[in-house]
T-cell receptor
Framework: EAQVTQNPRYLITVTGKKLTVTCSQN?????MSWYRQDPGLGLRQIYY???????DKGDVPEGYKVSRKEKRNFPLILESPSPNQTSLYFC?????????????FGPGTRLTVT | GQNIDQPTEMTATEGAIVQINCTYQ??????LFWYQQHAGEAPTFLSY????GLEEKGRFSSFLSRSKGYSYLLLKELQMKDSASYLC??????????????FGGGTRVLVKP
C-alpha cells in the first residue's frame, strides 16, 4: 500500500530535550515536505526537500532541522524544543513527474512541549 | 509572498450545495489545490487547477480564475460525511521545483441533517 508514515504519532516532551520525528514514504517520491498546523494559522511549510541531500527552508524553519540521506526518509529534528513548537506536524511527499503534483500526507504527529 | 483568504466556517443542510471561495494574492502562481481534512486527520487531495475554468469530479467541482486571483470549491448533494475543513493552497512559481505550497486557514463546513 502506498503511504507516508510518521513516528511517533503523539509525543509529550519537555523544553530543551532534543527529539526527532521520523517520516518515511514507499512511493519513490523525489519531493518531501514538513508542515505544522496551528489553529487559525492553517498549514505552514517548515522545510522541503527536492531529492537526496537537497533541502530548503519553508516559511517557518526556525528551531527545526531536517536531513535527506535516503530518498524514502525525511526526519524532522528539534534540537532544543520550546513550548511554541507545540503543534500538529505533517510530513508529505509527491513525485517529480505527475499530472497534478498531488501531495500525499502522513497521518500527523501531535507534539506537546511543556 | 502569498496571501490566501477563505471563510472560516460555513453551515449547510444535507443534500444542499455549498460553495467555498478562495482568493489569493501571489508573487508567482503555478496551480491551486483543494484538500479536505477531517478533524485530527491528514489532508486528502480533492482537486488541482492550473488553467482557468471548471474541473468537475463527481460531487465536487473546482473553479479557477487566474486574472481575478479567485477559486471556489463546489460541493453538491451534501452528505454528513462532508463535514470537514477544506483547505485552499497555492503553488509558488518561483520555487516550482520545490513545489512550495502556501495554505489558507481552511474553511470548516458543518453539514446539518
Amino acid at each position: 500500500e502506498a503511504q507516508v508514515t510518521q513516528n511517533p504519532r503523539y509525543l509529550i516532551t519537555v523544553t530543551g530535550k532534543k527529539l526527532t520525528v521520523t517520516c518515511s514514504q514507499n512511493m519513490n517520491h523525489e519531493y518531501m515536505s514538513w508542515y505544522r498546523q496551528d489553529p487559525g494559522l492553517g498549514l505552514r511549510q517548515i522545510y522541503y526537500s527536492m531529492n537526496v541531500e537537497v533541502t530548503d527552508k519553508g516559511d517557518v524553519p526556525e528551531g527545526y532541522k531536517v536531513s535527506r540521506k535516503e530518498k524514502r526518509n525525511f526526519p524532522l529534528i528539534l534540537e532544543s524544543p520550546s513550548p511554541n513548537q507545540t503543534s500538529l506536524y505533517f510530513c508529505a511527499s509527491f513525485p517529480r513527474q505527475g499530472l497534478t503534483y498531488e501531495q500525499y500526507f502522513g497521518p500527523g504527529t501531535r507534539l506537546t512541549v511543556t | 509572498g502569498q496571501n490566501i483568504d477563505q471563510p472560516t466556517e460555513m453551515t449547510a443542510t444535507e443534500g444542499a450545495i455549498v460553495q467555498i471561495n478562495c482568493t489569493y494574492q501571489t508573487s508567482g502562481f503555478n496551480g491551486l489545490f483543494w484538500y479536505q481534512q477531517h478533524a485530527g486527520e491528514a489532508p486528502t487531495f480533492l482537486s488541482y487547477n492550473v488553467l482557468d475554468g471548471l474541473e468537475e469530479k463527481g460531487r465536487f467541482s473546482s473553479f479557477l480564475s487566474r486574472s481575478k486571483g479567485y477559486s471556489y470549491l463546489l460541493l453538491k448533494e451534501l452528505q454528513m460525511k462532508d463535514s470537514a475543513s477544506y483547505l485552499c493552497a497555492v503553488r509558488d512559481l518561483i520555487k516550482a521545483a520545490g513545489n512550495k505550497l502556501t495554505f489558507g486557514g481552511g474553511t470548516r463546513v458543518l453539514v446539518k441533517p
